[in-house]
């Protein structure tokens, strides 16, 4: 028999409550007789707390584990449960509006998020050093804010839709994240303040992952500001040839690039959209010259007609529905430093 979730809930509802439910049990009935040695709460080892509270989600963390006890509460600020704060199971419940931000979030869900971000940034006293947002989940500037004042030595960040962010919100937040080295973010129609700002503020910054087409002003954007660039994916996405040019040109640290899965347009509007079924020479030229002067290390592609994700970008005209797919598709990278 496996006593791992008996162990649990004996913390939770106290041994002698789950030995009297387990009666029938003749393992659970010699545990009874040793219930009455049992430690008391604030007796409990601390590494061992620590241990178990790393196993909780976030939901398991916020729900009140720290007010058991003044020991309780010192495993659950220990700075090894709080290295990532995983909000990724976190969703919005919304609709969309047809004007400016095109989404509105019940109020519900915002004080969810709200008391969440509170009482997890309470716990961590600054020890986050990676956020992670679900892509479907709606910050407002108030909560990225309050969560950037909190996290000051944060080195990765999974961003989450940009619908209720204010360019000023965001550029806040970069310019107390000095120690940012990844950013997974959602396509941006205006990216140049956020790229100027990172290269800014964020002097250790090195991979990039778009989760959305990358345009030729994108891409002449990361050549312009960000050329030490050292990682960048942009898989499950719409990128036109003459934007992979920049980046291929552009890039000069670039050592992986990964545009698996991708749509390859020819020639931006307003030509005729012409879909490349595969890399022309020109294109694997670059990357053969860059992989010989040894600064591409890695040029990950697939545009297989055989391929599931492949299919998926195509069916969905290059910006993937990540809603209509398994619920961990979206965190997928073939880059093992980006995945989630």
């Given at each position: 028999?496996?006593f ?15 030995l009297?439910?387990l ?31 790393q196993?909780?989600?976030i939901f ?16 659950a600020?220990?700075p ?8 990724s ?24 998020l ?9 716990l961590?006293?600054g020890?986050?050093?990676t ?52 950013l997974?973010?959602?396509?941006i ?24 087409p ?24 719409e ?5 992979l ?25 307003p030509?005729p ?7 022309d ?10 992989k ?23 069916k ?18 073939e880059?093992k430093?980006?995945?989630?």
């Open positions: 028999m496996n791992i979730p008996i162990i649990f809930l004996a913390f939770f509802f106290g041994c002698s409550d789950v009297r439910f009666g029938g049990i003749p393992q659970a009935r010699e545990m009874e007789d040793m219930d009455s040695h049992s430690r008391k709460w604030e007796e409990m080892d601390n590494d061992v707390l620590v241990k178990i509270f196993c909780f989600d398991g963390l916020t729900s009140g584990i720290d007010q058991v006890c003044s020991t309780w509460r010192s495993a600020c220990d090894l449960i709080w290295k990532t704060l995983d909000l199971m976190l969703k919005s419940n919304f609709i969309n509006t047809s004007v400016i931000p095109y989404v509105y979030v019940d109020d519900p869900s915002d004080k969810t709200t008391r969440i971000l509170k009482i997890a940034l309470s961590s006293h020890s986050i050093t956020l992670i947002f679900n892509y479907n989940l709606y910050v407002s500037d108030d909560q990225l804010t309050y969560t950037a004042e909190r996290c000051p030595r944060l080195k990765r960040l999974v961003m989450p839709a940009w619908n209720r962010i204010e360019k000023t919100g965001i550029c806040k937040a970069i310019c107390m994240w000095e120690d940012l080295e990844s997974t973010m959602p396509s129609s205006n990216p140049l303040f956020l790229i100027e700002e990172i290269a800014k503020n964020c002097k250790k910054f090195t991979e990039l992952k778009i989760m959305g990358c345009h030729i002003y994108f891409a002449w954007t990361l050549a312009k500001f960000l050329p030490n660039l050292k990682i960048l994916s942009i898989r499950c996405s990128i036109f040839k003459d934007a040019n920049i980046i291929l040109d552009g890039l000069t640290g670039l050592e992986v690039l990964n545009i698996s899965h991708c749509v390859l347009i020819e020639q931006p509007p030509s959209r012409r879909v490349l079924k595969e890399l020479e020109s294109i694997l030229e670059k990357a053969k010259k860059a010989k002067e040894r600064r591409l290390h890695k040029f990950i592609t697939c545009m297989s007609d055989s391929c599931i994700m492949c299919e998926r970008t195509r969905d005209g290059g910006l993937i529905r990540w809603y209509k797919y398994e619920a961990d598709f979206w965190k997928v990278d880059v430093s980006l995945a989630i």
